[in-house]
């Protein structure tokens, strides 16, 4: 029986399926542990996958199956329809980049990615300044490339591999008006903060092999399946791998451990994501996760929505003490509850409370935007951050190190990237407060450790829908709205000043 | 500038072989540390990957470049030349198989190894009989499209795919050599060991951490640089991974030291092959390991010449006794030398000293020939394994468990593969004998923990050869001969009966 060009095309796209899933473990492999000596072959491994995709993809009878497919679309399905949009917007996208210029991008990533390495530590921005130059000037020939065939600006075609149809308008209204709010917020918070007893730090140490214990407790409370994902350690804690086999890391830290304890529950919710996409799509771009503030919002609504409310760390509280054998003040639920909603301007976004971070965003988001609109040049990183620090945070920082250093993401071609975490962490706001509305089991349920209902509900609206629809019609119908700021503002006074 | 011919032949290649390193590290993920629900997925990004390597190979493109190089060869190098030679080989055998037969032998692979993970341990033979038919029946039609561009037996076709040059009527001769030698030989030393006190087993527990510090501390003095591999764990010890990443596995058993141990070494050998290939000809077909004898023949030889020697031994018992802080006769060197000469005649190939393994070559290699000549079914292996253990080792395994199920090879499609291990035990002693009358410092370093003048000799004369010329030439240019079983029953006769 002959296939149909539409059948055609899903087979190819299960090929470019498979071996951006190969790229994933790879990477992965790369981040968690690799010995260093394998970084150059690892490189050399990526970029040609890379480059053999982008070949597979950009090939002519990908076109002509993609043309003939959407000429003979009436007889498919939604779901069928959905997958050849979602093709015909990737395809377009990769149209415009030559092989070369992608296996360029790809190697000028490694290297510089490679150099920052050791510059961070340093605090030597100066050490990674050219390699970063070369990122940036062939991101914004590729940029450029897709700016022009798509009609957006050069920022808005970067944002739209991260997330699909986001455009810098909207983020402006949004971050202008977190922008405005936040100030006279953080000053209200620190206030009533100082008014309370300040929270005490348990004491150590807390040996790893006992966090992990208690990671993977937790873990496996909320869904996580170990015969389909594990949890290791890297540097810089992510969510990789594949939907059927996430692989989600962490950091120790010996003298605390809720910075790790919280950083694993928040990749499980990006793994909880990923494992909940569409089992029957698998492979096919409609079966993907539908953009970067979609994803997040599901790690932050586990992580800060869930995970650090009162109601979770009643059921959470005794467990804690129990997995370190903890006794007295320190370990109480109150106290357990006052250490993870503590609010602190300070350097470094990865630690950043919820009430600074869109700070920190705002921040990267303004600087990208300038650089790659050419109002910013490499060497101007340095001042600019500092600038942009005090002027958000009343902070500067130290060091480079604590500054411009700190992540990796400019070093490793994601730019665009940014604004999809604040971005998430008002969804998720938005998302979870509709959850609670349409099932008022949830809450109780998470208050004794019991995630059956607000799984349900998350799956339901958001994991099995995978790409079906965009981010914005998601959102509606999930919830009612398009994205509100107001949503996650109650939620801040909720949680901050009552 | 344009490139020639034989340059961009050299670019097609680099990719290629990117893409063999991608499947190394998916295929090492897989075996070391993969949870099983990620099965199914990298079954497919391993197919797809072989697929899409099989298409690149088989491109037209690839036939011209080809022949276009070959014409113009006069400029070449030696090396060059022989790289050429190589990808002529490999572009060959490649032409003859369809993708789809690639894919679909891949994924028989995939399928029939995993129902024969359960199969094994319940000793269900029947239950793998089926997928293993399916194995067997596309890796015959691969083997004749092979054998009849080749101009070779089917058996010596699927031969040639891990011994280059390797044919079945020299091996018939020098296994008919040992199969007469073996039988009165194993008498002699049943005998002789007999007479000699019984060695005793150390008294664990080990505990599992003791024993991979003690294996690296090993691995590290014989030169395995742990920025380029890792040891990790897997039910079936191997060495994969690349060139620049070697990853070997062991398994540990806290009872007893002593197998993983010796295991260690084992891969140590076949890491620090891979590591001393030419750094130079990375990526290229002629920087590539010369053939699987030759391979095991590096494993062997730092195992079974090298580390159950006396001298290695004097050196090595003081390390072990330390490492698990061991007392009294069991951890003296005499009696751990007689642990690691012990032999014993029994059902498992992998834990057979080195007297009777070339047994358990001798029957799959019989046996594997018949199953692809016709001559034998698969319902028929359960009865041959048994009626061949009886009759060349006296012995019948309690269960298939215990017999005909207990190696991967077959079904994994790794057919012509067996006999390797035996010329590669019969190679190691040939090269270890030559290295040792070349440089007469080598065994008192040995003795002394000082492996340098070795591994000095086996680089300069294998390791760096990458596969510049045949196994057969390299052997004749480092020993002086064509592969001699004289020396192997030498080497046999001077441990077990001197």
Redesign the interface.
């Known amino acids: 029986m002959n296939e149909t060009p539409y059948q055609q095309l899903e087979s190819r796209f299960?090929?470019l399926n498979?071996?951006g899933?190969?790229e994933a473990?790879?990477h992965w492999?790369m981040s968690a542990?690799?010995?260093?000596?394998?970084a150059?072959?690892?490189a050399?491994?990526l970029?040609?996958?890379k480059?053999?995709r982008h070949g597979?993809l950009c090939a002519a009878e990908t076109g002509e199956l993609l043309a003939a497919a959407e000429a003979d679309a009436g007889g498919l399905d939604a779901w069928q329809k959905a997958n050849l949009r979602e093709i015909r917007r990737g395809w377009t996208k990769a149209m415009v980049l030559p092989e070369d210029l992608v296996v360029a991008l790809s190697k000028a990533c490694s290297a510089c990615e490679t150099v920052w390495r050791t510059a961070r530590p340093e605090a030597d921005f100066a050490a990674v300044a050219a390699p970063l130059e070369a990122v940036l000037a062939l991101t914004i020939e590729a940029g450029q490339a897709k700016a022009e065939k798509l009609g957006l600006s050069i920022y808005d075609a970067l944002l739209d591999d991260y997330e699909p149809d986001g455009r810098s308008a909207d983020i402006d209204a949004v971050f202008a008006d977190l922008e405005s709010f936040l100030p006279d917020f953080l000053g209200a918070v620190l206030e009533a903060q100082a008014a309370r007893p300040e929270a005490i730090m348990p004491e150590g140490p807390f040996p790893e092999a006992k966090q992990k214990a208690l990671g993977v407790k937790f873990m496996e409370a909320l869904g996580f399946?170990?015969?389909?994902?594990?949890l290791d350690i890297s540097l810089h804690p992510f969510c990789g791998?594949?939907?059927?086999?996430v692989r989600i890391t962490t950091r120790y830290d010996e003298a605390d451990f809720t910075s790790s304890l919280m950083g694993v529950l928040h990749e499980t919710g990006h793994a909880l994501y990923e494992r909940g996409l569409p089992k029957q799509w698998?492979?096919q771009p409609v079966g993907d996760a539908l953009g970067m503030s979609l994803h997040e919002s599901q790690s932050l609504l586990v992580e800060m929505q869930v995970c650090r409310s009162q109601g979770f760390l009643n059921y959470a509280a005794p467990i804690i003490r129990d997995a370190f054998g903890g006794k007295g003040d320190a370990w109480q639920t109150d106290n357990l509850h006052a250490l993870y909603t503590q609010v602190a301007p300070g350097f470094i976004r990865v630690d950043a409370d919820e009430v600074t971070y869109p700070a920190h965003v705002i921040l990267r988001y303004q600087m990208e935007r300038a650089l790659l609109e050419g109002d910013m040049k490499i060497p101007d990183i340095p001042a600019a951050w500092n600038e942009g620090m005090q002027r958000l945070l009343g902070l500067t920082p130290p060091s480079d190190r604590e500054g411009c250093l700190q992540d990796l993401h400019w070093y490793d071609g994601a730019w665009g990237y940014f604004p999809t975490y604040t971005l998430g962490a008002m969804t998720a706001a938005q998302l979870f407060d509709a959850a609670k509305r349409a099932d008022t089991s949830i809450e109780p349920g998470i208050a004794e450790g019991d995630f059956k209902a607000l799984f349900q509900w998350l799956s339901t609206h958001v994991h099995a829908k995978g790409s079906l629809m965009s981010a914005k019609a998601l959102l509606i119908e999930a919830t009612g709205k398009p994205l509100d700021a107001g949503i996650f503002k109650t939620h801040l006074k909720t949680r901050y000043l009552s």
Chains 1, 2 share one sequence.
């Open positions: 299960r090929r498979a071996l899933e190969a473990v790879l492999d542990i690799m010995p260093r000596g394998g150059e072959a690892r050399e491994q970029s040609q996958l480059a053999v597979l399946d170990f015969d389909h994902g594990r791998g594949t939907p059927d086999d698998r492979g």
